[in-house]
């Protein structure tokens, strides 16, 4: 059974970090895309950023360009998401997602999901 699990949300200030992770198991990704995404409530499902099997391609959502940094360790089987200088309107359940079947920037063309974990932050 596949699974994603992300790890490394919390509750920070304006200006702080974060590094979130996504841990897949059950199959080995190093051959696909993987990706993150974000929604805040009453939203729908936005981009982040995605990252190519050999991490020689990476896309940035243009409200997160230049702050965050997606990459992957594929002999741990894992993405990482590097949040920096965070700003309240980051506030949001961030996603990973694996295997791309289509445009990056669609949450219709991932195929796994992992079930989320909590950004919040606060001015």
């Known amino acids: 059974q596949v699974q994603l699990v992300e790890s490394g949300g919390g509750a920070v200030q304006a200006g702080d970090s974060l590094r979130l992770s996504c841990a897949a198991s059950?199959?080995?990704?190093?051959?696909?895309?993987m990706s993150w995404f974000r929604q805040a409530p009453g939203n729908d499902r936005e981009f982040v950023g995605a990252?190519?099997?050999?991490?020689?391609?990476?896309a940035y959502g243009d409200s997160v360009k230049g702050r965050f940094t997606i990459s992957r360790d594929n002999t741990k089987n894992t993405v990482y998401l590097q949040l920096n200088n965070l700003k309240p309107e980051d506030t949001a359940i961030y996603f990973c997602?694996?295997?791309?079947?289509?445009?990056?920037?669609?949450?219709?063309?991932?195929?796994?999901w992992g079930q989320g974990t909590q950004v919040t932050v606060s001015s």
């Open positions: 990252i190519n099997w050999n991490a020689a391609t990476t």
């Open positions: 059950g199959r080995t990704f190093s051959n696909s895309a």
């Open positions: 997602a694996a295997q791309a079947f289509g445009t990056w920037y669609s949450v219709d063309s991932w195929r796994y």
